[in-house]
């Protein structure tokens, strides 16, 4: 199975519950209350000893697109984005920037955040031109690109991660994930129509169907970011049923084209809400861990 910086898929053992942090994998024991061990099927319910600022499957990564300046891009960080993205040239949609202005932003992104340069080209040479000019760690090919690209890419470009975008539509959809992943680091799954005479290849606001991008994440081995449509009152129900790595957003958390403070808050708290600390499991937590 692939990891996405070392960490797995988590899974229920007979030790305990692996459970992704915002931050890192933790194997939490889960007991009852007077500290015995509790029982398998303890997902999701009060019988799950929680430490604080933890949940039962937070997404690992939260994603805000479409960063247009240095302001935009610091708001976002603020306010607890792990990962950022920049549209370039683009057929249609909102959120393009010149490249020159791309990469002003990116050189002063702190060390550790993601940076995705989305590019609608679809050829190899092209796409590596891009990221050199921007610098950008991590490239989003929006669009089906010509065969062989994403070998070229790899070679021209060690370190840099390749996200492949899905439009998820229809079966047809899951077929193209599964054909696609051997050959790149993780999938997005968004709403757009690349197959319009003008192309919409992100951005559109839409929801799709979640089950689709279930049946991706399930089969295709892959971390899968997703997209389309997503805002604060949805994206909740969204991880739920879909279960990704990562949410990306952009339309959700914007008013009149520009990075909303309160929106922006309020996607990030609803996609990795905090607990609060269980005095009583959080004590029968550090019993049984000791024992």
Not at 82 to 100: Q, T, W, Y
Not at 236 to 262: F, H, M
Request: with cysteine.
């Amino acid at each position: 199975m692939r990891q996405e910086g070392g960490r797995k898929a988590g899974s229920l053992t007979d030790c305990g519950l692996r459970t992704y942090c915002g931050r890192g994998l933790r194997l939490l024991r889960t007991t009852d209350a007077d500290g015995k061990a509790g029982g398998g099927a303890v997902a999701g319910s009060a019988r799950v000893a929680l430490l604080s600022g933890m949940s039962p499957a937070p997404v690992q990564l939260i994603k805000i697109c479409c960063i247009a300046s240095p302001d935009e891009m610091q708001l976002a960080l603020h306010s607890g984005a792990d990962a950022l993205g920049f549209v370039s040239k683009m057929p249609s949609g909102p959120g393009p920037i010149e490249e020159d202005l791309i990469a002003s932003i990116i050189a002063l992104v702190p060390a550790g955040i993601a940076t995705f340069l989305l590019t609608s080209e679809t050829e190899a040479t092209a796409i590596i031109d891009q990221q050199r000019r921007t610098g950008a760690n991590t490239l989003q090919l929006v669009d089906e690109v010509e065969p062989g690209a994403q070998a070229v890419i790899r070679n021209s470009l060690p370190g840099i991660r390749i996200v492949q975008v899905i439009h998820v539509a229809d079966a047809q959809s899951v077929d193209e994930a599964l054909r696609v992943a051997p050959d790149v680091d993780a999938l997005l799954l968004d709403s757009g129509n690349p197959r319009l005479a003008v192309k919409e290849l992100g951005g559109t606001g839409r929801v799709h169907d979640w089950s689709l991008s279930r049946e991706i994440r399930e089969r295709s081995g892959l971390p899968v970011y997703l997209a389309g449509g997503l805002k604060s009152t949805n994206v909740a129900e969204a991880i739920a049923a879909v279960r990704p790595a990562g949410v990306d957003v952009c339309s959700g958390v914007r008013t009149d084209g520009k990075l909303d403070p309160v929106k922006l808050r309020a996607f990030v708290g609803a996609a990795r809400p905090p607990v609060p600390a269980v005095k009583t499991a959080s004590i029968s937590l550090l019993r049984a861990w000791r024992a």
